[in-house]
């Protein structure tokens, strides 16, 4: 069976008609992984670590990963956001650079070949006039204001938003889904407050991006249909450093057990199956069980110890 169409990503047409042969060939490979982690899954930006490029290019070096990347984004095919303490996340710019279509020689090295990119220096805004018709227009003239391509200028990459606004936005999506499904109107929507990005950035700074993304659909999943705590689906309540911890570890449980639904104040599995509550095993200081019979149980408080003795829980 085939294996070129099923479990595919996109890769312009324009990046190999008229980018790839002024790449060197290690950044041919870095800029496939990232288009893989980002639009390969539906996403603006995913965060790649230096040793998964490792991995993904069999480039052993950490200096050859970081000069190929560094050549990526002085040519406008990718833009990075870096966060000290974070794994720096990538955005693949979908508007592809210009480029000198011209034979590049045998000898060439890669930095000649980086050169043919056209590196257009930023033009101001009272610049920018209308060429007449009578005038005799220069190549660089030609080359941009009578361009119909829709490229955009790779000094003019599109505008990356901070991560707390990702977040906020991300939640601000969440209840505005979360309002359609039960037949309201749909919010307004959170402001990023500076109250809100501080809040916000200190729980990126402790967790990645997608963590904060999945405490935001765990909430929504479990207070979202209860009246009296959909009021709570709120940036101080779900970001608040007392809780958040507590957060993390629920939401990661309930992904891992494929995100159920809270119906009536219990999860419920995407086949009706109902979860059952926490709590429900056997409690080892419980008289009405057997469970710690025969158990050697070390207790620290006298008191308690005693107290179990006298139920006939220990020895």
């Known amino acids: ?16 008609d008229e980018v790839m042969f ?7 490979k870095a800029y496939l992984l990232v288009a893989r982690k980002t639009t390969g899954w539906q996403k603006e930006s995913d965060f790649i670590s230096i040793e998964q490029f490792k991995q993904f290019t069999g480039i052993n070096r950490d200096k050859t990963i970081y000069e190929i990347l560094k050549e990526l984004e002085e040519v406008g095919l990718i833009r990075t956001v ?6 720096t996340e990538f955005y693949l710019v979908k508007d592809l650079p210009n480029v000198e279509n011209k034979p590049v020689a045998k000898s060439a090295t890669s930095g000649e070949k980086r050169h043919r990119l056209q590196k257009v220096p930023p033009v101001a805004k009272s610049a920018m006039t209308p060429v007449a018709e009578n005038a005799t227009a220069t190549s660089g003239e030609k080359r941009h204001p009578t ?12 505008i990356v938003p901070p ?12 209840l505005a889904n979360l309002a359609e499904e039960q037949g309201e109107r749909k919010p ?14 200190a729980r990126l700074a402790e967790f990645d991006l997608c963590v904060c993304k999945r405490v935001v659909d765990y909430l929504v999943s479990k207070w979202g249909r209860d009246p009296k705590m959909v009021e709570y689906l709120r940036p101080s309540t779900i970001f608040r450093p007392t809780n958040f ?8 449980r309930w992904d891992n057990k494929g995100r159920p639904e809270m119906r009536d104040g219990a999860w419920v599995m ?20 057997d469970w710690a019979k025969g158990r050697q149980i070390q207790i620290r408080n006298p008191q308690v110890a005693e107290k179990l003795r006298k139920m006939g829980m220990l020895k």
């Open 1 to 16: 069976m085939s294996k070129f169409i099923p479990n595919s990503f996109q890769i312009p047409n324009a990046f190999v």
């Open 188 to 201: 307004t929507g959170y402001k990023l407050t500076d109250k809100t990005k501080q809040a916000i950035g």
């Open 270 to 289: 995407a086949d009706g199956t109902m979860l059952k509550p926490k709590g429900s095993a056997p409690n080892p200081a419980s008289k009405s069980t």
């Open 82 to 87: 870096k966060t000290a303490g974070r794994t």
């Open 22 to 28: 002024a790449l060197s060939g290690n950044a041919v």
């Open 163 to 174: 991560a707390e606004q990702v977040v906020l936005d991300y939640l601000n999506m969440a």
């Open 245 to 252: 911890g507590e957060y993390v570890v629920g939401s990661e």
């Open 147 to 158: 361009k119909t391509n829709n490229k955009t200028n790779i000094n003019n990459p599109p």
